[in-house]
Nanobody
Framework: QVQLVESGGGLVEAGGSLRLSCAAS????NSWYVKAWFRQAPGKER?????????????YLTDILKGRFTVSRDISDDTMYLQMNSLEPEDSAVYYC?????????????????WGRGTQVTVSS
């Protein structure tokens, strides 16, 4: 059984930064797992944020967040990170980590088999 655990969320003022982490435990992920970040704000649908291949060499970030967010992955312990800078109140949401047993990046949440419970990010104006 695979577990994904997010951490690093919290309350931050607009313009501030946070770094989210996603740690994996349980069955060891092998090299063909892709990981991703999604987020969901109250009353809104879940939306794709970023995805990264197992070795961190290929990443994809949704256009509206480029320049402010960065996704990375430490393959030594299979931890994924989301560095969020210049945060805006519109970034407030629960951020979820997800993983899929496939080497291809995907933006559709239904393509991901494993999910964490999420971490809350709140940006005050």
């Amino acid at each position: 059984q695979v577990q994904l655990v997010e951490s690093g969320g919290g309350l931050v003022e607009a313009g501030g930064s946070l770094r989210l982490s996603c740690a994996a435990s349980g069955r060891t992920f092998n090299s063909w797992y892709v990981k991703a970040w999604f987020r969901q704000a109250p009353g809104k649908e879940r939306e794709f944020v970023a995805a990264i291949t197992w070795n961190g060499e290929t990443t994809y970030l949704t256009d509206i967040l480029k320049g402010r967010f960065t996704v990375s992955r430490d393959i030594s312990d299979d931890t994924m990170y989301l560095q969020m800078n210049s945060l805006e109140p519109e970034d407030s949401a629960v951020y979820y980590c997800a993983a899929r047993r496939d080497s291809r990046l995907a933006v559709d949440g239904s393509a991901y088999e494993y999910w964490g419970r999420g971490t809350q990010v709140t940006v005050s104006s």
